[in-house]
């Protein structure tokens, strides 16, 4: 009897141990902590990718090239600042212009002493030629006289406004408003006309961004541009704030047959002096507007053995895994063309440890696209 109790007591202790067993030991797991956003409407651009690489060109670029010849008295601006047109640049010594013109004036006034004192020469020859008592050889050469000393005077008169000239040449004006380069003639030097550069002003208010597009986009480019003008960005390394705005303003009349591109050209108003001539910038051509797309950040999509999914998180904490169609990218954000819908809540953060079913515990919401 007392082996019959004691048998069936080791029997008991071993259903007791198996039952206690890890393998019939259920522990439920934690939430998975994770990243999420709101799915939100946004309006996009749709822009030229990849963004071309442009570059900044002055609207217009003038060389500043003495018209007389002579010796710099004076420097009257600073180089490298801005210049207004018809500020003075440069003084030449006006003492040989102004020799010059006082002696163009004297020959005038010779000459029309000349001519009054001919004038009445040819009036008697005139009277005396009517009576017959000079021949016509003295009349003709008495007419030509008169008519010699008028073209004498006339040529005096182009001279004098020649030197008049020359005189408002040795003050050297700026031609536009712009921005002055580095000064290559100093006082004291003497310049020759035409041939040295005094000086090269940029024109930077506003500005050319210059670069070329796929010729695939020039239809779409044209299209739209019969309706509106194309809105431009233009960014560079170490920019700070936005990047400028401008429009676009050309379109080349030929694709270069050598890199299946049309070059164009946008102007920005560059008020604040951000892009600089000879500089290289990405350019950001917005061709039309997505109007409220369905958004999520881009960290939410992942890609799978069936395409790319995102995982929803659903009311009661635990996620779906849903196929989604991706748009154009803006930014950090992707337009979802199907699958999702504004106001559902997606993971952007800890997907490697999840699967269908889990449960999961939102740590932070990421920034919501605004409206």
Not at 226 to 247: C, D, I, M, W
Not at 320 to 348: C, I, M, Q
Request: net charge negative; with cysteine; charged share 20%.
């Amino acid at each position: 009897m007392k082996q019959i109790l004691l048998l069936a007591l080791t029997v008991l202790l071993w259903v007791a141990i198996a039952g206690c067993s890890p393998a019939n030991i259920t522990t439920a797991k934690p939430p998975a902590p994770v990243l999420t956003a709101v799915v939100a409407e946004k309006t996009i651009p749709v822009l030229i990718d990849p963004a071309p690489v442009g570059h900044v060109e002055p609207v217009s670029s003038v060389k500043i090239r003495p018209q007389v010849g002579g010796i710099i008295s004076a420097v009257n601006f600073e180089e490298g600042r801005e210049v207004k047109r018809g500020d003075s640049l440069f003084t030449l010594d006006p003492r040989p212009t102004q020799a010059a013109l006082e002696q163009a004036q004297a020959n005038l006034q010779r000459d029309l002493a000349q001519l009054e004192n001919v004038k009445i020469q040819f009036g008697r020859d005139e009277k005396l030629f009517a009576q017959s008592l000079i021949s016509q050889d003295q009349y003709d050469t008495s007419r030509a006289a008169v008519d010699g000393l008028n073209g004498t005077i006339a040529a005096d008169r182009a001279a004098v406004t020649n030197a008049e000239l020359n005189l408002q040449y040795t003050d050297i004006r700026s031609p536009i408003d712009g921005r002055t380069g580095s000064l290559l003639f100093h006082a004291g030097n003497v310049v020759k006309s035409p041939d040295d550069v005094l000086l090269t002003i940029n024109q930077i208010h506003p500005i050319y961004v210059t670069f070329a597009v796929p010729e695939k986009y020039l239809p779409e480019i044209r299209e739209e541009m019969r309706t509106h003008q194309l809105a431009v960005t233009a960014s560079f390394e170490n920019l700070s704030g936005e990047p400028p705005r401008g429009k676009l303003t050309f379109i080349d009349n030929a694709v270069d047959e050598s890199t299946g591109t049309i070059e164009l050209k946008a102007t920005f108003a560059n008020a604040d002096g951000q892009l600089w001539p000879g500089q290289f910038v990405r350019v950001g051509v917005t061709l039309n507007d997505l109007t409220n797309a369905v958004v999520v950040p881009s960290q939410a999509l992942q890609t799978g053995q069936n395409g790319t999914f995102v995982y929803v998180v659903k009311a009661d904490k635990t996620v779906e895994e849903r196929p989604v169609t991706a748009g154009v990218n803006h930014e950090d954000w992707v337009v979802v063309n199907s699958g999702l819908k504004p106001g559902e809540v997606v993971v952007t953060d800890g997907q490697l440890r999840l699967a269908p079913g889990a449960t999961v515990e939102a740590k932070a919401a990421a920034a919501t696209p605004a409206p």
